[in-house]
């Protein structure tokens, strides 16, 4: 069956005043006037690629996988091969329409790729990614050119050069920002391989823009001769003209805009139209219009003029326009044309060596930089990704009868096929989570007291940083036992999720940032590494996890894992206002934190932000920190005193430990039930909470002799019956404490405690964590949950005197202390 959309050979007549309908009731069909009928091709188009995102997102496919094949269920191949369908919804007469609202889309899309993409990033590529680049795209091209020679055989009357250069630049692209989405739904962006991919592609990207810009030149002329050489010429004068002209014209723009003032809107106008005009240019001296909207981008210098162009356009261009571009690409697919188990053939063939090509061509430079064989594998699939670039190279070679019906076919089909196979192919050969070799630090406890305490930060946004900051920094790091803080920056993948976003970790070029989500990875960054040049005995290292909020525990787990850290702290879901209560802020941080909880390969820490401001500031800029620490018994509590005893020994900070102890009533019946134990002729079974009890017993002598010559520290035992009398003992705590560390309680059955998680409204923090977290505790003071890692060993101690643990629970006592307050063992 003949293609119903090839209007290369059709003419066509139509009255040119039909844009608007009088309407229904006047008898008007809408489907024969351009507009109602442009908006439903849009509606089509949207609903259909957007029905197409949801069903392959369980098969974590890329979105532009979606786009095509959307297109492909519009066009000819499928709803197309009804006449009906075709002459009503896309009739020729409106594939004009069309195609130019799709490369208006195509235009603003790549000039905001243009914005947003960092140039420095190359220059600070490694010389391994460069070669992964180049070894990736020479192989493929060669594949491209000896197919060329079998599908030009096939084909009539197309330019045999330029058909070359198509096809091998079709197959040797890497698409960057696709890639940069499957690294992120694969959880790979941390990793040495995800950095090295994305390196690798940013090069390939800028190469094919190059390529692309000499395969437009040729294909628009016969051959190549004066006019050729014209247009190489002039796209190199336009460039200068962008670099030399219009960025110092930007430049002029930003400066006149004050500091924190937004952008005004008579610029952004003209810089909007500045793009209209670029792309008009390039098209006239022989290029396609989207190389001079993508230069025009390039130009515009990073900083908040690039994020409000961004802000201004993204959602529309990106969620609407854009996918027009690729259903026209699927409306001029006609599978039908791959005829005969020959052309099959060679189109299976095409896929499996092109295919082959990148990852052999990756591997082999891999294997010279002693990169795994199954790492090199896997680089190599990733390089094979596909998206904007090849479309564009494809559909201009289409309109230019570079490539015919089977060729085009063929090539969006192996596009498709090549993208299609990533997730599968590198979710079975790389299985980071087996490369993990086992620890024994997951804990405060366990930690080497001689070692550094390894600790993962999440951060949110910039509001949880201050709080997180003179936490660790009271976490009293010394030379003996110095902090290693990983700072992971957690942003949702969305579908505006920047690919430059991604590699920003490697862009310490000091240059603004593109987009408000990396301003604030930038902020994050900036503070914790003023931290580090401030603080002694201090090491961060930044890391950005991009995911969907449901699967984010994975990446904070997984970045636990792979750096080895003993303590993982979590931003509490809500955040204080201004008259001292609490709010929600993102429902889904609470979800992360409950499936951290869960999955967790070390200790967490969940810290409510109350400000932890220090009532009392020391020599210098250190500050001094009242500690309090609830300790009820179990595991959890252990490993919060733990902590907590290491921050005592930061100068000026005090610690009260509050330990409530079974009271009088249960004690009666403790001995009752004695009595029968202590009987040799009943066998006695010891439950996980009389080991507890021994534990924390043993626990406690060994902290409290350890801490008979230290004078900042207080320890009280309170006997309590029942739950009530323990809240009541923790309200009437007096208020000069700015912080308190409590366990989570995790698995402990106390009748201390028994009935408060039934009002429980976190349950999350436990029955203590909640009472002091709620927004009507009388003390307003920041609180840390500490829940302890469920897979250590029973003995995180050692009770020996002569155990090697001299500097208890990895702390290091400091002996520039303040003078004593008065007695430190308090017993009532």
């Not at 230019?400 to 979710?427: C, G, N």
Request: aromatic content about 8%; glycine content about 8%; charged content about 15%.
């Amino acid at each position: 069956m003949p293609p119903q959309n090839a209007s290369q050979d059709t003419i066509i007549c139509y009255a040119p005043l039909m844009i608007t309908t009088q309407g229904i009731w006047q008898g008007d069909n809408p489907l024969k006037y351009s507009l109602p009928l442009f908006l439903l091709q849009l509606i089509l188009v949207v609903v259909t690629t957007r029905v197409l995102v949801f069903l392959l997102k369980p098969f974590r496919q890329p979105r532009v996988i979606s786009e095509i094949l959307g297109g492909v269920i519009l066009g000819p191949s499928v709803l197309g091969r009804s006449d009906l369908f075709t002459n009503a919804v896309f009739p020729l007469n409106s594939v004009t329409v069309l195609e130019t609202m799709a490369n208006i889309g195509l235009l603003y899309f790549l000039f905001l790729v243009g914005v947003e993409m960092d140039i420095a990033v190359i220059r600070h590529t490694g010389r391994k990614a460069i070669f992964i680049a180049f070894a990736g795209m020479i192989l493929p091209f060669l594949i491209g050119i000896s197919f060329s020679y079998l599908l030009h055989e096939r084909t009539q009357a197309v330019k045999q050069g330029t058909f070359i250069l198509f096809l091998g630049v079709a197959l040797s692209v890497t698409a960057f920002p696709v890639l940069a989405r499957v690294l992120a739904e694969l959880k790979l962006l941390n990793t040495d391989i995800g950095r090295i991919a994305m390196s690798a592609a940013l090069v390939n990207d800028m190469c094919a823009w190059i390529l692309l810009a000499l395969a437009i030149a040729l294909a628009e002329n016969e051959n190549i001769n004066l006019a050729t050489l014209w247009v190489v010429l002039s796209s190199a004068g336009f460039i200068m003209f962008c670099i030399y002209v219009v960025r110092p014209m930007v430049s002029w723009i930003i400066q006149k805009t004050p500091e924190g003032e937004p952008v005004s809107d008579f610029y952004i106008g003209v810089i909007l139209t500045g793009v209209m005009i670029s792309g008009f240019i390039t098209d006239a001296i022989g290029t396609h219009s989207v190389f001079g909207a993508f230069i025009f981008g390039l130009v515009i210098p990073n900083g908040p003029l690039g994020v409000t162009l961004i802000e201004r356009l993204e959602d529309f261009v990106s969620g609407l326009l854009l996918p027009l571009f690729f259903a026209i690409s699927g409306l001029k697919t006609e599978i039908g044309a791959i005829d005969g188990a020959d052309t099959w053939g060679i189109l299976a063939l095409v896929i499996i060596l092109a295919c082959a090509g990148k990852v052999a061509g990756t591997l082999l430079v891999a294997l010279l930089y002693q990169i795994p064989f199954y790492d090199g594998v896997t680089l190599g699939f990733l390089m094979n990704t596909k998206g904007l670039v090849e479309m564009i190279v494809l559909n201009v070679g289409k309109d230019q009868k570079v490539l015919d019906d089977k060729s085009f076919a063929i090539m969006i089909v192996v596009a498709l096929v090549m993208t299609a196979i990533i997730t599968p192919a590198v979710t079975a050969l790389y299985k980071p989570a087996r490369r993990f070799a086992p620890y024994k630090g997951r804990t405060i406890l366990k930690s080497n007291p001689d070692g550094d305490l390894r600790t993962l930060v999440c951060i949110h946004t910039p509001r949880n940083v201050p709080t997180i900051i003179n936490l660790l920094e009271a976490s009293n790091p010394t030379k003996k036992s110095p902090l290693s803080i990983y700072v992971l920056h957690l942003v949702e993948l969305t579908g505006r999720a920047s690919a430059m976003l991604i590699v920003h970790n490697s862009r310490r070029t000091g240059r603004p940032a593109a987009n408000r989500t990396q301003a604030q990875s930038d902020h994050i960054i900036n503070a914790f590494e003023t931290f580090e040049q401030n603080a002694g005995n201090v090491s961060v290292q930044p890391l950005t996890a991009i995911s969907p909020y449901s699967t984010m525990h994975e990446d904070i787990c997984s970045v636990a894992e792979d750096k080895r850290v003993a303590f993982i702290i979590l931003p509490f879901h809500k955040q204080q206002t201004v008259d001292g209560g609490m709010e929600g802020t993102n429902p889904a941080f609470r979800v992360i934190n409950q499936n951290v909880l869960a999955n967790a390969p070390c200790s967490v820490g969940i810290l409510v932000d109350r400000g932890l401001s220090a009532s009392t500031r020391i020599a210098g800029n250190q500050i001094a920190h009242h500690i309090a620490v609830v300790f009820i018994g179990g595991p959890d509590d252990r490993e919060a005193l733990a902590f907590a005893w290491r921050m005592s020994g930061y100068p000026g900070n005090t610690l009260t430990v509050m330990r409530f102890v079974l009271g009088t009533e249960n004690l009666d019946q403790a001995s009752t039930s004695n009595g029968i134990e202590n009987d040799p002729r009943v066998l006695k079974v010891i439950t996980d909470s009389d080991r507890d009890k021994q534990e924390d017993d043993a626990f406690i002598n060994q902290f409290r002799s350890r801490i008979s010559s230290e004078d900042c520290i207080s320890y009280n035992e309170t006997a309590v019956n029942n739950a009530e009398q323990t809240v009541a003992a923790i309200r009437s705590v007096d208020t000069a404490h700015d912080l308190f560390i409590v366990g989570r309680g995790q698995g402990v059955v106390s009748p201390l405690t028994a009935g408060l998680t039934d009002w429980s409204e976190c349950p999350e923090l436990g029955a203590i964590g909640d009472l002091l977290a709620s927004s009507d505790f009388a003390t307003t003071v920041s609180v840390l949950v500490i829940q302890h890692y469920a897979g250590s060993d029973v003995e995180d101690f050692t009770t020996s005197p002569d155990s090697n643990q001299g500097t208890f629970m990895n702390r290091t006592p400091n002996t520039n202390r303040r003078s004593p307050r008065g007695s430190s063992m308090n017993d009532t």
